[in-house]
């Protein structure tokens, strides 16, 4: 269909040729040949093609833009999300999706979005009362035993969380508390997701995830709602919303910020290779503990063995015993040695008695003369002329008498 045709409404048209038409009544015209148009980036795009694709966007409307990788080299702005540009170019019509798109030739920075604007300034207010001090956040449990997960039900954050958590910790038991992560009904239902887990749950830690998007998609993670949510939850939060470049004020309330959904799960977990490692340490541990506490007590037990064997009547007897073997063997050298010493003694004894017996005087030819009365007569004086006298020799006795006069000895 040409331009200059009438454009007859009764003529039913392929969507390709209404397609058409509108893309040269677009690019016809003088205003939306040579535009500025000014508003906020966001779902900034640099496939390896080396386009570059963005939306811009205002409080109430949007605009797909479009910078070939020709025309890329004129741009020298660091273009990210949020920021607020004024783009040059012409609108055209993308025939295959039928959507209309601003064909990009120049950028210029026309100051901040009003959304980076508003997170500045809500971020500013919350930052004032304490909500994002350090000192606040809560330290997250090594080995959590439940885990309570804020999530679309539906997204790819959830699965990859859950992978995560089946791979690296496969004893914690998980709690899904569904709520949607995008739109106006967001907020309201994070708020209640957060305190459903906390009221009937009770985990050990919570993790709020959802994939990247631009800064108008993650907006619900930036509601006051959910920053005081966050802050006043019993369990201790991670965050994980979208990808690392990605920052919201959830990540400033959160006890712990994780760069993706993944790295929430592996922040809130250990790994099981690791506590394998760590059990078999500590069974190493425990088992030189328990051997080094058996020897101890089996060394006590051994002396008091000991001691208790000692104490015992049996221990003493034979202890006894041994003292009276003992005894016996010294006692039998030293009775020897005193009944030697008894007879030479008792042999000089009697020696010295021999020497006195008067049988032995007898022997040699001595007599002992007595009186009838058995006196010993020892001194002339007692002798008598006419006294009757017994004479004992060695081998007998007889009687005699005195004769004569008994004469003293000169």
């Known amino acids: 269909m040409e331009l200059d045709q009438p454009f007859l409404p009764s003529i039913a048209l392929g969507v390709s040729d209404l397609t058409r038409y509108l893309r040269q009544l677009l690019e016809s015209d003088e205003i939306l040949r040579d535009v500025w148009v000014q508003g906020e980036i966001s779902n900034l795009s640099r496939p390896t093609s080396g386009h570059i694709y963005f939306t811009l966007k205002d409080e109430t409307a949007a605009l797909r833009c479009v910078i070939w990788r020709s025309t890329n080299f004129k741009t020298k702005l660091g273009l990210q999300n949020g920021a607020a540009v004024e783009a040059h170019g012409y609108i055209s019509l993308y025939e295959r999706d039928g959507q209309y798109q601003l064909y990009v030739d120049g950028v210029r920075m026309a100051g901040e979005g009003w959304l980076y604007q508003e997170f500045m300034r809500l971020k500013a207010r919350l930052e004032s009362e304490g909500l994002f001090n350090p000192e606040r956040k809560r330290p997250i449990p090594t080995r959590p035993e439940r885990i309570g997960v804020v999530t679309s039900p539906s997204g790819a954050a959830l699965q990859d969380i859950l992978n995560t958590l089946r791979r690296r910790y496969p004893l914690v038991e998980v709690i899904i508390s569904p709520a949607a992560v995008q739109g106006d009904d967001a907020p309201p239902q994070i708020v209640a997701a957060i305190n459903r887990l906390n009221r009937q749950v009770h985990p050990d830690v919570i993790l709020l995830a959802r994939g990247g998007g631009s800064l108008e998609d993650l907006w619900a993670f930036n509601d006051e709602r959910v920053i005081r949510a966050i802050v006043t939850s019993e369990a201790p939060v991670i965050s994980g919303v979208g990808h690392e470049t990605d920052f919201t004020l959830a990540d400033f309330a ?110 040699r030819g001595f007599a002992i003369v007595r009186l009838k009365d058995g006196a010993v007569i020892h001194s002339i004086q007692q002798a008598q002329t006419g006294l009757q006298i017994d004479i004992n020799l060695v081998d007998g006795q007889f009687g005699a008498r005195i004769e004569g006069d008994p004469k003293p000895s000169r």
Do not use: C, K
């Open 254 to 363: 959160a006890d712990l910020r994780a760069p993706t959904p993944t790295g929430a799960a592996v922040l809130a977990t250990p790994d099981v290779a690791d506590l394998r490692v760590d059990f078999l340490q500590r069974t190493n541990q425990l088992n030189t503990g328990y051997a080094g506490i058996l020897s101890s007590y089996r060394g006590q037990l051994v002396d008091l063995l000991s001691r208790l064997s000692r104490s015992s009547p049996m221990w003493l007897v034979q202890n006894d015993r041994q003292r009276l073997d003992d005894l016996s063997e010294r006692a039998a050298p030293a009775l020897d040695h005193t009944f030697q010493l008894r007879r030479a003694h008792w042999q000089g004894l009697q020696d010295r008695l021999l020497a006195l017996n008067p049988t032995a005087v007898l022997r």
